[in-house]
């Protein structure tokens, strides 16, 4: 017997228990040794029923998604299903952690499951752009019937173990040693005589769903509208449509063919592609995962404004008690009511429960004495974006900060080790950059200065992760890696202006590539006077937007920037104002205005993002060119079926990169287009950026 499946007999019952760290995904290996420990089982006289339980930490975690892409190898999961649902003897799964994906179907084809109450189960095979191809689409329905199948497998959600045996994914909810249980459930179900319930045999709800076809036709209209771009989840509803419609065999061949499609795609690539740079983006070469961490179970912020406030809401919301400074009584007043709102409103939309907003509530201590910080294990600053006011607050901090505490500066440009420089603690100081809402925003740029310790990056990165974060490390250098490429963004956006479009033309055309907006309606929602106070400071200008700002066209909070605003509404309306500007300045700078289409307005923009993020890597500021998708998928809404700025790049064919960015740089578009001497490299070697992080991996 293969050593990752093993079979043992306890009575009457064969105990088929699977061990492939260290999530027991359904690799060649574990579906070999699945498929002879069954045939096993069935030619054993002794044995008249089987319990499938799996060791570590998990049940299956799903098929093996680092096998995709490769030639299939048999036998493949459905196959194994088959001999499975077929077998005479009854096969109870016992399901701890998570069934997912290739998980849940493999319990699917067992003939009962039991779960303990902390088990979760799920189809996620949307959220890597393909749909559950081992009979999820046709087993699942049947069991909880179409509507509740569709919500499953569309979103990707799991759900808890007693939602689970509420549907009747799950037979029983167990409690104490799983593996005794389902050995004991296993023998019962002999003792009793029940029978071998084949879930392909149970027609009752998909019938029902039969006469129903509006069920997917709105269940179209619904997911092509909250996943808008998105292939997969429309093949989940065909391949769902297709249990209605057919018998068993002919709706797994057709499920069998909308997954080969999903997973030749290029969506399904880039999704595949971004669940593994996310975990990759947690691990630093030079510090290993055993470097030890400092304690954090105390947190100060400093700074009750809408920054320090989602802050703290994170630590809260972790469970972590947190310290909330400011300098007088009403702006701290102001930052605590502004939080109890916030979670006030979670619990209207039933987010969270009236005891939830307590609880958080209570975690959070209000304190205006600088030596309040003197009991935290992190100081998050958080006040304005501004050198001297961040270095003479935390130097006023100093002597009240206890020793080993980490300091971390929340900003988004400044320079983290001047900032550094300023304490006594240079090795503990960290920058944080939050994106904003911070209650909400997944992304964390974790910023390593030149003299941070390695443990207080450790203990950063794990934090991150507590508080629910995706956290990405940075070196220092202006913007750190996602707002300097952003910068690059930006600039392209406003030479296509000049040049010939209107901010709505722009907008719908980033829009249509998948962005959740574009650049004008995100400066809208995000204030135009931020920076035209940074432009001013540092003598620069910006003639459109300048103007818009000395207009009092600030964006959304007072109801025009690059666009109109109805009262209480957010869509934004083109502008006739905004567009006698542009055509105004456009002609001072080019003396004439040209047609720009949708493909020169993408490819300006997305160019602009991936010879910047080039520069970012060849100058050692991020580790990864996959870290740099992370970022712009969770911090700038990249879509992620596109995989992110470089991935998309390398879809795209650096050869072809490197030529449109020469041909911008010759046509005088600006020294933004001199080509990273990365791409340079790359494209001549016929390389990738995939295999310039293998290199280095
Ligand atoms: N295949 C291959 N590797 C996997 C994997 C999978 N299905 N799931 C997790 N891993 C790997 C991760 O890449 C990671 O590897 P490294 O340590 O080398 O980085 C390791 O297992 C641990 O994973 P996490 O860091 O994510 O651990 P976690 O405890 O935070 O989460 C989990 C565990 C909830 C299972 C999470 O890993 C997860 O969501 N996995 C993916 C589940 C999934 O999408 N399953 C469906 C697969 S597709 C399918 O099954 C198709 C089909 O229909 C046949």
């Known amino acids: 017997m293969s050593e990752v499946v093993r079979v043992s007999l306890e009575g009457n019952v064969a105990v088929v228990s699977v061990n492939n760290p260290p999530v027991n995904a359904l690799g060649i290996a574990v579906r070999l040794g699945l498929r002879r420990a069954i045939r096993q089982a069935i030619a054993d006289d002794r044995v008249q029923a089987i319990a499938l339980?799996?060791?570590?930490?998990?049940?299956?975690?799903?098929?093996?998604?680092?096998?995709?892409?490769?030639?299939?190898?048999?036998?493949?999961?459905?196959?194994?299903?088959?001999?499975?649902?077929?077998?005479?003897?009854?096969?109870?799964?016992?399901?701890?952690?998570?069934?997912?994906?290739?998980?849940?179907?493999?319990?699917?084809?067992?003939?009962?499951?039991?779960?303990?109450?902390?088990?979760?189960?799920?189809?996620?095979?949307?959220?890597?752009?393909?749909?559950?191809g081992a009979g999820g689409t046709q087993r699942l329905p049947r069991l909880v019937g179409v509507p509740k199948a569709i919500e499953m497998i569309?979103?990707?959600?799991?759900?808890?173990?007693?939602?689970?045996?509420?549907?009747?994914?799950?037979?029983?909810?167990?409690?104490?040693?799983?593996?005794?249980?389902?050995?004991?459930?296993?023998?019962?179900?002999?003792?009793?005589?029940?029978?071998?319930?084949?879930?392909?045999?149970?027609?009752?709800?998909?019938?029902?769903?039969?006469?129903?076809?509006?069920?997917?036709?709105?269940?179209?209209?619904?997911?092509?509208?909250?996943?808008?771009?998105?292939?997969?989840?429309?093949?989940?509803?065909?391949?769902?449509?297709?249990?209605?419609?057919?018998?068993?065999?002919?709706?797994?061949?057709?499920?069998?063919?909308?997954?080969?499609?999903?997973?030749?795609?290029?969506?399904?690539?880039?999704?595949?592609?971004?669940?593994?740079?996310?975990?990759?983006?947690?691990?630093?070469?030079?510090?290993?995962?055993?470097?030890?961490?400092?304690?954090?179970?105390?947190?100060?912020?400093?700074?009750?404004?809408?920054?320090?406030?989602?802050?703290?809401?994170?630590?809260?919301?972790?469970?972590?008690?947190?310290?909330?400074?400011?300098?007088?009584?009403?702006?701290?007043?102001?930052?605590?009511?502004?939080?109890?709102?916030?979670?006030?409103?979670?619990?209207?939309?039933?987010?969270?429960?009236?005891?939830?907003?307590?609880?958080?509530?209570?975690?959070?201590?209000?304190?205006?004495?600088?030596?309040?910080?003197?009991?935290?294990?992190?100081?998050?600053?958080?006040?304005?974006?501004?050198?001297?006011?961040?270095?003479?607050?935390?130097?006023?901090?100093?002597?009240?900060?206890?020793?080993?505490?980490?300091?971390?500066?929340?900003?988004?440009?400044?320079?983290?080790?001047?900032?550094?420089?300023?304490?006594?603690?240079?090795?503990?100081?960290?920058?944080?950059?939050?994106?904003?809402?911070?209650?909400?925003?997944?992304?964390?740029?974790?910023?390593?200065?030149?003299?941070?310790?390695?443990?207080?990056?450790?203990?950063?990165?794990?934090?991150?992760?507590?508080?629910?974060?995706?956290?990405?490390?940075?070196?220092?250098?202006?913007?750190?890696?996602?707002?300097?490429?952003?910068?690059?963004?930006f600039d392209q956006a406003f030479a296509l202006l000049y040049a010939g479009c209107l901010p709505e033309q722009v907008d719908k055309a980033i829009y249509d590539f998948g962005f959740a907006m574009g650049p004008f309606a995100m400066s809208d929602l995000a204030g135009l006077d931020v920076s035209w106070r940074i432009r001013q400071e540092r003598g620069e200008t910006q003639p459109i937007a300048d103007r818009l700002c000395e207009l009092g066209r600030f964006g959304q909070k007072t109801g025009a920037g690059y666009f109109r605003y109805a009262e209480g509404n957010r869509t934004p309306q083109p502008d006739p104002e905004v567009a006698a500007i542009v055509e105004e300045e456009g002609l001072k700078r080019h003396g004439k205005r040209r047609e720009i289409g949708a493909d020169e307005i993408v490819s300006r923009c997305m160019l602009a993002l991936v010879n910047e993020g080039a520069k970012i890597l060849e100058e050692g500021i991020a580790l990864r060119a996959s870290d740099i998708d992370v970022i712009y998928v969770y911090g700038y809404s990249f879509p992620v079926y596109r995989g992110g700025p470089m991935f998309w790049a390398g879809q795209t064919g650096l050869d072809k990169v490197l030529e449109a960015i020469k041909a911008y740089h010759d046509a005088g578009c600006g020294d933004v287009w001199r080509p990273a001497r990365l791409i340079e490299r790359l494209a001549a070697a016929g390389r990738s950026f995939a295999d310039y992080d293998k290199d280095r991996a």
């Open 154 to 489: 569309c979103t990707g959600d799991p759900i808890g173990a007693r939602q689970a045996h509420e549907m009747g994914v799950v037979d029983e909810i167990v409690e104490g040693d799983l593996r005794a249980a389902t050995v004991a459930f296993a023998a019962r179900v002999v003792a009793e005589g029940r029978p071998l319930v084949k879930v392909r045999d149970r027609n009752r709800l998909i019938e029902e769903a039969a006469r129903q076809p509006d069920l997917f036709h709105n269940a179209r209209a619904h997911y092509a509208k909250v996943k808008r771009g998105f292939l997969a989840p429309q093949h989940c509803i065909s391949a769902i449509e297709a249990a209605t419609q057919m018998d068993f065999d002919a709706g797994m061949r057709r499920e069998r063919e909308l997954f080969t499609e999903l997973l030749e795609s290029a969506q399904s690539a880039a999704q595949r592609h971004f669940f593994f740079a996310e975990r990759q983006a947690s691990k630093i070469p030079d510090i290993p995962p055993s470097t030890p961490r400092r304690p954090l179970d105390q947190v100060a912020i400093v700074g009750a404004g809408t920054m320090g406030g989602g802050i703290a809401m994170n630590f809260a919301n972790a469970g972590i008690p947190v310290v909330l400074l400011e300098a007088n009584k009403e702006a701290l007043d102001r930052g605590m009511a502004t939080i109890r709102r916030n979670y006030e409103g979670s619990a209207k939309r039933g987010r969270i429960s009236a005891a939830d907003v307590e609880t958080r509530m209570g975690l959070l201590k209000p304190g205006l004495q600088p030596s309040d910080v003197s009991n935290a294990d992190l100081i998050i600053e958080a006040v304005f974006e501004n050198m001297a006011l961040k270095k003479q607050l935390l130097t006023r901090l100093d002597q009240h900060i206890k020793p080993g505490a980490i300091v971390a500066t929340n900003t988004s440009t400044l320079d983290v080790d001047e900032i550094a420089r300023a304490t006594v603690r240079p090795a503990s100081v960290i920058g944080l950059h939050f994106f904003s809402p911070a209650n909400v925003m997944r992304l964390l740029e974790v910023v390593r200065g030149e003299a941070t310790a390695k443990d207080v990056v450790a203990t950063c990165m794990d934090m991150a992760k507590r508080i629910g974060k995706v956290p990405v490390l940075s070196r220092v250098c202006y913007g750190f890696i996602g707002n300097r490429m952003l910068h690059a963004y």
């Open 53 to 132: 339980v799996c060791e570590g930490r998990t049940f299956f975690a799903g098929a093996d998604i680092s096998e995709f892409g490769k030639p299939p190898t048999s036998p493949i999961l459905r196959e194994v299903h088959e001999e499975m649902e077929d077998c005479p003897k009854p096969i109870v799964a016992g399901i701890h952690g998570t069934a997912l994906g290739g998980g849940l179907e493999t319990a699917l084809a067992c003939h009962y499951r039991i779960a303990v109450p902390g088990a979760r189960v799920g189809l996620p095979e949307v959220k890597l752009g393909i749909l559950p």
